[in-house]
């Protein structure tokens, strides 16, 4: 579920609530003991007849897993319902539309690292190996610089030259032959310079693989009329898919390297 697509944090909370195991069966329960307050107070807070505390709304946060942008969004909805006045309303409204339009950041919806300066990005996204020995390196199965070379198909002096700059920049850690993934975090964000090179070399990788696609592999392109009103929408779901995408990479168990390549562009502008 996202939050951003509320107005009220009560059909939010149901919402969330209907989504549980057994349709959320003694969640009212478990919320009202882990906010330290009696199940009754809960109860008549999601029914309408009482408001939330936004310190109660700050554990119920917690609670449900949210992220630090989700509680922000939540809490101001929260104050939304509680202000009495309107100038009071209209601030708030104003919050909640300046946390909306964050969301839409993908840099915002993924957890936050150390990241790589201007002249680390450089050279790791000037070619789709380093990040793919990257990936490699999380994985027990890939870690020796020799089975990375061979499933990249890269001489080993390459590979080698790729894991020294991985290691001095504190993305991955070597350990003779072992390779290990370190702490930094890769992401680029939308308006990086590095950006149209790391899109480039991801896409001239998948395009290798076209004549050779199996079964669970996807390439889909799809030119299309639309009305400019529904342009944003689709962007929204795609947003959704990249959030629902990053829980289930965030949950597996890796044992392959995978590439996902979306393309949401207006050729041709009204």
């Given amino acids: 579920m996202s939050i951003f697509k509320y ?34 107070m809960v109860s008549h807070i999601f029914r309408g007849n009482n408001e939330l505390s936004p310190e109660h ?15 922000d969004y939540f809490i101001n909805l929260i104050q939304f319902e509680r202000a009495g006045t309107v100038k009071l309303k209209s601030r708030i409204k104003k919050n909640l539309s300046q946390i ?3 969301s839409k950041q993908i840099k915002n919806r993924l957890p936050h690292k150390k990241v790589m300066t201007d002249q680390q990005k450089a050279i ?9 020995i990257r ?15 061979e499933k990249i198909n890269m001489p080993l002096s390459t590979v080698n030259k790729a894991i020294e700059f991985l290691q ?19 992401h680029l964000e939308a308006e990086s310079p590095f950006i149209w ?24 392109s799809a ?15 795609i947003l959704q898919m990249i959030d629902e995408l990053n829980f289930i990479v965030k949950n597996t168990s890796p044992d392959s390297v995978a590439c996902l390549n979306i393309d949401w562009v207006k050729l041709i502008k009204s």
Wanted: aromatic fraction near 10%.
């Fill in 57 to 71: 709304g700050c554990l119920l946060a917690e609670y449900m897993g949210l992220t630090d942008l989700e509680t």
């Fill in 124 to 132: 790791f996204y000037s070619s789709w190996h380093y990040s793919a």
């Fill in 135 to 149: 990936l490699l390196s999380t994985m027990k199965d890939f870690q020796d610089v020799n089975i990375i070379a």
């Fill in 197 to 220: 090179k790391h899109h480039q070399s991801w896409r001239i990788k998948s395009m290798e693989r076209y004549h050779r696609l199996e079964e669970d592999e996807l390439m889909f």
């Fill in 7 to 40: 107005n009220d944090y009560r059909e939010f909370v149901n919402g969330w609530i209907e989504l549980r195991p057994k349709k959320g069966r003694g969640e009212l329960q478990k919320i009202a003991k882990y906010l330290n307050v009696h199940s009754s």
């Fill in 168 to 186: 001095e920049a504190g993305i991955c850690i070597r350990k003779r032959n072992h390779i290990e993934s370190g702490q930094l975090r890769t």
């Fill in 100 to 102: 909306k339009k964050k």
């Fill in 223 to 237: 030119p299309l009329t639309i009305n400019k009103n529904d342009i944003p929408i689709v962007r929204g779901k």
